[in-house]
């Protein structure tokens, strides 16, 4: 046998080989299915569409869909379930807390809501859906999480924002909102004497 032919030989069988992987790659691919709702006879009531299963448990969404990448349990994956979770506000107010309100207000929400929250924004001045002001009777009513769920979901021609600023800088967001709205239905009773006088004065 000459080299020529055991190198055909050779590459023939390598040929075979590989030609076997990508059959076998391509089964994994394309494994036997049903379509969805398509009938069969494996089952007693004839269809292919089969209920889960007692106990089964979805892990496809929620801090379960963390489990693959090990980050369930995690103090920061349990911190941020809980944020999104929260049924109002669960972080203290304080000045640092409104001050990061504000910068990411400024950032993702002045542009539509202006930078007092009346709607009158300079996105909106050129043609984009006027969202509703902050300070109509509705939102001033409205509990701290409709604030986050919309942020979060989207609503109406705005669109979600979960996916760019992070739980607990929407809530901090929210926390700024409350104090736009306080800013304009301030009652100066409650405004620190001296800031009160000076105030006054102004009005001379």
Not at 107 to 126: A, L, M, Q, Y
Not at 156 to 182: C, F, K, N, T
Request: with cysteine; proline share 9%; aromatic share 8%.
């Amino acid at each position: 046998m000459t080299a020529r032919t055991v190198l055909v030989a050779a590459l023939v069988a390598a040929a075979s080989v590989l030609g076997g992987c990508e059959k076998i790659a391509r089964n994994m691919y394309d494994q036997p299915r049903f379509k969805p709702y398509k009938p069969t006879q494996l089952f007693a009531d004839g269809t292919s569409a089969r209920p889960p299963v007692p106990g089964a448990v979805p892990h496809a969404q929620g801090v379960l869909a963390a489990t693959s990448s090990g980050r369930l349990g995690s103090a920061e994956e349990t911190r941020r379930a809980e944020l999104e979770s929260a049924p109002s506000q669960p972080l203290p107010i304080t000045r640092e807390l409104l001050e990061r309100g504000r910068e990411r207000f400024d950032i993702f929400c002045e542009p539509c809501h202006s930078p007092v929250g009346d709607g009158d924004g300079i996105v909106t001045r050129r043609g984009f859906p006027r969202p509703p002001s902050y300070h109509t009777e509705r939102l001033r009513a409205a509990p701290d999480r409709h604030f986050f769920d919309v942020m979060t979901s989207g609503y109406g021609a705005m669109y979600p924002y979960a996916d760019r600023v992070e739980a607990e800088d929407r809530w901090a967001i929210v926390a700024y909102i409350r104090a736009l709205q306080l800013s304009q239905y301030a009652d100066i009773r409650s405004v620190p004497g001296e800031i009160a006088a000076r105030l006054e004065q102004g009005k001379q």
